[in-house]
Nanobody
Framework: QVQLTESGGGLVQAGESLRLSCAASGRTASIYRGGWFRQAPGKERELVAAISWRSTFTLYDDSVKGRFTVSRDSARNTMYLQLNSMKPDDTAVYYC?????????????????WGQGTQVTVSS
């Protein structure tokens, strides 16, 4: 079992920044990849960014490339999502997730464990 605890959401204005954190505990050695998802009202949960737990590999959705950065602190088993130049369209509940079965996890069903979600709201 892996437990994920998120923090860092809030209300910001367009153009501002936030940093989300996701602390993993439990069987963290079983994690292949960590992901950040978001879900806006009435929309599907979508993958925003992901990072390998065992290498430097990262991936981003086109909508956030150049604005968001995913990183990981191995010593703390913590994953981060830095959100810069934020837009109202970034408003959503953000979830972190961990994949322990699929090496190259790229979609929602590949991820096994989820954080509780944190609200991010960007005002125009």
């Amino acid at each position: 079992q892996v437990q994920l605890t998120e923090s860092g959401g809030g209300l910001v204005q367009a153009g501002e920044s936030l940093r989300l954190s996701c602390a993993a505990s439990g069987r963290t050695a079983s994690i292949y990849r960590g992901g950040w998802f978001r879900q806006a009202p009435g929309k599907e949960r979508e993958l925003v960014a992901a990072i390998s737990w065992r290498s430097t590999f990262t991936l981003y959705d086109d909508s956030v490339k150049g604005r968001f950065t995913v990183s990981r602190d191995s010593a703390r088993n913590t994953m981060y999502l830095q959100l810069n130049s934020m837009k109202p369209d970034d408003t959503a509940v953000y979830y972190c997730a961990a994949a322990t079965r699929v090496l190259r996890a790229s979609k929602r069903s590949d991820y096994d464990y989820w954080g509780q979600g944190t609200q991010v709201t960007v005002s125009s």
